[in-house]
C-alpha cells in the first residue's frame, strides 16, 4: 500500500513556472512506476507525464513535452514535475499516481495508487 500527497500547485502568470511534487509513503516506492495526470473540470483525467522506476524511461503528453520535465528521487520517496512556460489551458488539478507494474503506461486505469491532486492555475 503506498499513500501519495501532492504539494507544489497554485496560481502562475502564462509564461511562468511551477515544480509539482509528490511524497509517498508505504513499501514499494522505488519500484513502482510513476505518473502524474490532469483533470480539467468538465473533461476526464488525462495524462501528463510518466517516469519508470529507475527514472531511465519517461513519456510525456504532446500537449506539455518540451515544457516539463517529470523527476524521481527514490532515496526521498519523491517524483517532481517541473512545468514550465504554462499556458491557461494547463489549469487543472494536477494528480500523482503510483503503479506496481515496471512497464510504464499512460493509461489512467493502470494506475493502482492515487493521490488526492493539487490545484494549478494559470491566468492569461
Known amino acids: 500500500q503506498v499513500q501519495l500527497v501532492e504539494s507544489g500547485g497554485g496560481l502562475v502568470q502564462a509564461g511562468g513556472s511551477l515544480r509539482l511534487s509528490c511524497a509517498a509513503s508505504g513499501r514499494g516506492f522505488s519500484i513502482y512506476t510513476m505518473g502524474w495526470f490532469r483533470q480539467a473540470p468538465g473533461k476526464e483525467r488525462e495524462f501528463v507525464a510518466a517516469?519508470?522506476?529507475?527514472?531511465?524511461?519517461?513519456y510525456y503528453a504532446d500537449s506539455v513535452k518540451g515544457r516539463s520535465t517529470i523527476s524521481r528521487d527514490n532515496a526521498k520517496n519523491t517524483v517532481y514535475l517541473q512545468m514550465n512556460s504554462l499556458k491557461p489551458e494547463d489549469t487543472a488539478v494536477y494528480y500523482c499516481a503510483a503503479d506496481r507494474a515496471i512497464t510504464v503506461t499512460t493509461t489512467v486505469l493502470e494506475y493502482d495508487y492515487w493521490g488526492q491532486g493539487t490545484q494549478v492555475t494559470v491566468s492569461s
Open positions: 517516469i519508470s522506476w529507475s527514472g531511465t524511461t519517461t
